[in-house]
């Protein structure tokens, strides 16, 4: 069984659209990263949470430490927010998820 | 905004050639990674280096593997002997507490 698990593995979406990822971890951590990957391999990190939830522009992080769950969510969605969002469960490395593989459709 | 810079950017390599990947870390960070994605793959965990030694590596770091700092800034990661599957893509990344990190925009390492 995998320490990180990501849901789902692909998302299609139209512009506009209410986008969440999710993510459930079954080791200890210290924190939990939301990654970008964008086609060209270069991974950009969105957010840390070790509690509660973080807001940068459209993006939305959310944790629940006593379930092991993560949430990101993505408003108003497009097309440039086309990638692969992997989450990263923090112990004295990262352990990633698989990605979702995300595509939002004008 | 401070980067993490690795060279090359794409390397080819004969098989049982030995390659060198290099990253310039964010210079008042302390804790640095390799990772690496083999294609359509997720990202792995190779080593991490604190206060100039290695302070935890994978099953993946095997004895062809091997990681330096040799003037103090630069950080390298050796692969002694490439096998067609050490074909992937390598980041590093820097971090400034063990929860802050930085990642480099790869290496894309191709083994013929």
């Known amino acids: 069984k995998n320490e990180v698990e990501q849901s789902p593995q692909n998302l299609t979406a139209q512009e506009g659209e209410f986008i969440t990822i999710n993510c459930s971890y079954s080791v200890g951590i210290s924190a939990l990263h939301w990654l970008q990957q964008h086609p060209g391999g270069g991974i950009v990190s969105l957010f840390m949470l070790s509690s509660g939830k973080k807001k940068h522009g459209r993006l939305i992080a959310t944790i629940n430490i006593q379930e092991k769950h993560s949430s990101l969510h993505i408003t108003a969605s497009h097309p440039r927010d086309s990638a692969v969002y992997i989450c990263a469960a923090n112990t004295d490395k990262l352990i990633f998820g698989t990605g979702t593989r995300l595509q939002v459709f004008p | 905004e401070p980067e993490v810079t690795q060279t090359p950017s794409h390397q080819v390599t004969q098989m049982g050639q030995e390659v060198i990947l290099r990253c310039v870390p964010i210079?008042?960070?302390?804790?640095f990674y390799w990772y690496r994605q083999i294609l359509g793959q997720k990202v792995e965990f190779l080593v991490s280096f604190y206060n100039n030694e290695i302070s935890e590596k994978s099953e993946i770091f095997d004895d062809q593997f091997s990681v330096e700092r040799p003037d103090g800034s630069n950080f390298t990661l050796k692969i002694r002997s490439t096998k067609l599957e050490d074909s992937a893509m390598y980041f590093c990344a820097s971090s400034d507490s063990r929860y802050g990190y930085t990642f480099g925009s790869g290496t894309r390492l191709t083994v013929v």
């Open positions: 210079s008042n960070h302390l804790y």
